[in-house]
């Protein structure tokens, strides 16, 4: 199966659900790893997707500038 485009918004919000059930103890020992795992790898997605956004803002902004 192809792997899902990614989507900040659904990054942030994965996240937030992850946060909430290590804070309210929901996630069991077992489980815990893999949650931290995965937060890290959305945390990781979303600084690269922040970092791209603001270099093509940076671009546009200069090819105005120049025109």
């Not at 290590?22 to 949650?35: F, K, N, P, T, Y």
């Amino acid at each position: 199966m192809a792997e899902k485009p990614f989507q900040y918004k659904k990054a942030l919000e994965e996240i937030e659900q992850i946060v909430q059930k290590i804070e309210s103890g929901d996630a069991d020992i077992d489980e815990l790893s893999r949650q931290v795992k995965r937060a890290a790898e959305l945390i990781k997605q979303c600084k690269s997707r922040l970092r791209e956004t603001g270099n093509d803002l940076e671009k546009i902004i200069s090819d105005l500038e120049t025109n």
